[in-house]
C-alpha cells in the first residue's frame, strides 16, 4: 500500500509531505482546492504523462516520491528483479520533472526507465475517475481480470506453457519441411557435384604429397648431376675410396714391424672405407630413384590440377574436399530420408494441437462458468448504487482456432447497457461520468478478493449522486478497504464518513501580504475536526448545530 506521498514544488505545492494507512483514506476540500493536483502528483511518480506546466512558478523543478509498502510476493519485486534492480525494504518511486520539459525516474533511489516505472505503477496503483481509460476500463486486461476471478491462473499458464510447445513444433515441422524443399530443388545439382567429386576421390593430404613429387621430379635432372659428381668422388680412379685402399695396404705392410702401433690407423681407415661405401650405395640408390618419367609428371601436374580446379570451384581448399564430398553425400541422403522425419515431425505438432486445444477448451468453458459467476456478482452491486436498470455483461467470445494465442481461444470484454433493452457495448464509451464511476466500484468490489492493486483511487466516484446511493457507495467503499487501501476524492459526507482515515485538502495565501501567492496544503483531521468538516460537506458554507449534529449520527453509525 501506499504509506507516504512527497511532493516539492509541483503546481500550487512548495512541500507536502502525506502520510496514509491502511483502509479508506478520504480526501475532501473545497472545489478548486487542490485535490486533482494531488491525483496529478502521484500520477506523475507512478509513471503518469509529464507535464512542464507541473512545476510549480519560479521553481526550476518539481518532484514527486511516493513509498509502498509491498508484500515480499507482489509482481512488482519479480519485475524489479528482472530489471536487475534492488527489491529490499520498501519501493520507492520518484520522478523529477524539469521545467524545460526533461523528466527522470528513479526506483529505490537507482535510474529507471519511464516505461518501467509506470509497469510497476500499474502493479501498485489503479486510480479511477470519472476519464480513466486504465485499468478495468482497458479492455485488454478483461481476460486477466476474470482468471483472477475465477482462479483460473493456473490453468492460463498451463495454456501458455502448451502454446509454447506448439509453436516450437510447429517450427520444427516449418523448418524441414524448407529444409527438403531447398534439398529437392537442389537434388541434380547434388548428384552432379557428388558424382564429379566420388570420380575424382580426394584424399587427405593428397595435394601435400603430389606438390611435394612435382617439386622433386622437375628438379631431378640438376640433382641427378650432383649425385653423379658426389659417386665419382667417391669411387673414381682416383676417388676417395681408391685412396683410402691405397693408404690402408700401405700401413698394413708397415703395421707387421710397428709393434701394434699403427692398429688404430688401420681401423679407422676400414671404417672410413665401410661408411664411404654405404655413401656410395646411398647416392646409387636416389640415382635411380631420380630417373625422370615425363609421364608421371604429366600425371601428378593433371592431378593437382584436377584438385585444386575442384577446390576453387566450391570454394574451399583442397583438403576440405573430402569433407564437402562427405556432406553433400548427408543432404542427399536427408532428402530420401526427410520425409520419414517430416511426418514424425508432424504427429507432433498434431499431437501438441490436440493437447492445446483440448486445454484451450476447458479453459474457454471454465471462463464462461466464471464469467457468469461474475456478471450475478455485479449485478448484486448495481441496485444498491442505483443502476438497477443497468446490466453488466461479461463476454466470452471463442475465437476460430486460426486465431488461437497463448491465453487460449477468448476474447473477454466487460460491457454495460444502462437502460432496459439497449445493447450492451464497451464500458468507457456507454457509461456516463457518474455511473462510470460507480460500474468501477461495483465491479471492484466483485474483484476484490481475487487479485487487484494494493491501492485503488476513486476520484469523485460519489458523483451525482446523494442520499441512500452516496450511502451505498461509502458502504461499499469501506468493504473494499477491508481488502485493499483504498483512497478517495469525494464531496459526500456519507463517504467522508465511513473513513478511517480523513485528510482536509485547502488553498491558502503563503503569508498574510497583499497578493501572496496561494498554496495547496493537505491536514490530517482528528476527531473534532472530522466533525467539523463533514458538517461542513453537510451545510455549506455555514456550519450549523444541526449540521454538527447530523455530522455526529453518520460518523455514529458508522462506528
Not at 274 to 297: C, H, K, P, T, Y
Not at 308 to 322: D, N, Q, T, W, Y
Request: hydrophobic fraction near 45%; glycine fraction near 8%; charged fraction near 30%.
Amino acid at each position: 500500500m501506499l504509506v507516504t506521498l512527497s511532493i516539492r514544488d509541483i503546481v500550487l505545492i512548495e512541500k507536502l509531505e502525506l502520510s496514509l494507512d491502511s483502509g479508506l483514506c478520504t480526501l475532501t476540500g473545497e472545489t478548486g482546492a487542490g485535490k486533482s493536483i494531488l491525483l496529478d502528483a502521484l500520477g506523475l511518480a507512478i509513471g503518469g504523462r509529464a507535464d512542464a506546466g507541473l512545476v510549480r512558478h519560479g521553481a526550476e523543478q518539481g518532484s514527486v516520491t511516493a513509498v509502498f509498502h509491498v508484500a515480499p510476493s507482489h509482481p512488482a519485486r519479480a519485475l524489479l528483479r528482472e530489471n536487475g534492480l534492488e527489491d529490499e525494504g520498501d519501493l520507492i518511486l520518484r520522478r523529477i520533472q524539469a521545467k524545460d520539459g526533461r523528466t527522470r525516474a528513479f526506483i529505490n533511489d537507482q535510474p529507471a526507465s519511464i516505461g518501467l516505472l509506470r509497469q510497476i505503477g500499474d502493479l501498485l496503483v489503479e486510480i479511477h475517475g470519472q476519464h480513466d481509460e486504465r485499468g478495468l476500463l482497458d479492455a485488454s486486461g478483461h481476460r486477466g481480470l476474470l482468471d483472477a476471478f475465477g482462479r483460473l491462473e493456473g490453468k492460463a499458464a498451463d495454456m501458455r506453457r502448451l502454446w509454447t510447445a506448439l509453436a516450437e513444433a510447429r517450427e520444427a515441422y516449418n523448418r524441414q519441411e524448407a529444409g527438403i524443399a531447398q534439398a529437392r530443388a537442389e537434388q541434380d545439382y547434388l548428384n552432379h557435384v557428388v558424382a564429379e567429386l566420388d570420380e575424382l576421390a580426394p584424399e587427405e593430404g593428397e595435394e601435400t604429397a603430389l606438390a611435394e613429387e612435382r617439386t622433386l621430379m622437375m628438379n631431378s635432372e640438376k640433382i641427378a648431376g650432383d649425385l653423379s659428381d658426389a659417386a665419382d668422388a667417391l669411387s673414381g680412379d682416383s676417388g676417395l675410396e681408391a685412396r683410402l685402399n691405397q693408404a690402408l695396404r700401405k700401413l698394413t705392410r708397415a703395421a707387421e714391424n710397428a709393434a701394434g702401433r699403427l692398429d688404430t690407423a688401420i681401423g679407422a681407415l676400414e671404417r672410413t672405407l665401410v661408411e664411404a661405401a654405404e655413401a656410395r650405395d646411398g647416392i646409387d640408390q636416389a640415382l635411380r630413384s631420380l630417373e625422370f618419367d615425363a609421364d608421371r609428371l604429366e600425371h601428378v601436374e593433371t592431378r593437382l590440377f584436377a584438385l585444386r580446379a575442384a577446390a576453387r570451384k566450391h570454394s574451399v581448399p583442397v583438403e576440405g574436399l573430402p569433407a564437402l564430398a562427405d556432406r553433400l553425400r548427408d543432404q542427399l541422403a536427408d532428402i530420401e530420408g526427410g520425409e520419414e522425419k517430416l511426418a514424425r515431425l508432424r504427429e507432433a505438432v498434431e499431437s501438441a494441437e490436440a493437447d492445446y486445444m483440448k486445454a484451450a477448451v476447458a479453459l474457454s468453458e471454465a471462463r464462461a462458468k466464471a464469467a457468469a459467476t461474475l456478471d450475478k456478482a455485479v449485478a448484486r452491486e448495481l441496485k444498491p448504487l442505483k443502476l438497477d436498470k443497468a446490466r453488466f455483461e461479461t463476454q466470452c467470445e471463442r475465437k476460430p482456432a486460426e486465431e488461437a494465442g497463448p491465453d487460449g481461444l477468448d476474447r473477454i470484454s466487460f460491457l454495460v447497457a444502462t437502460n432496459p433493452g439497449a445493447p450492451a457495448g464497451p464500458l468507457i464509451k456507454i457509461a456516463s461520468g457518474g455511473e462510470l464511476s460507480r460500474f468501477v466500484l461495483a465491479l471492484k468490489v466483485a474483484l476484490a478478493s481475487r487479485g487487484s492493486a494494493p491501492t485503488l483511487i476513486f476520484d469523485e466516484v460519489d458523483a451525482g449522486v446523494g442520499g441512500a446511493v452516496a450511502e451505498a457507495v461509502g458502504v461499499r467503499l469501506a468493504e473494499l478497504a477491508g481488502t485493499v487501501q483504498v483512497i478517495v476524492v469525494t464531496h459526500s459526507p456519507q463517504v467522508a464518513a465511513r473513513a478511517r482515515h480523513h485528510f482536509r485538502i485547502s488553498k491558502a495565501s503563503e503569508t498574510k501580504k497583499k497578493n501572496a501567492a496561494l498554496a495547496t496544503r493537505v491536514e490530517t483531521l482528528d476527531t473534532a475536526e472530522r466533525r467539523e468538516e463533514i458538517a461542513r460537506m453537510l451545510a455549506g458554507a455555514t456550519v450549523t448545530d444541526e449540521a454538527r449534529a447530523a455530522a455526529d449520527r453518520l460518523i455514529g453509525g458508522n462506528g
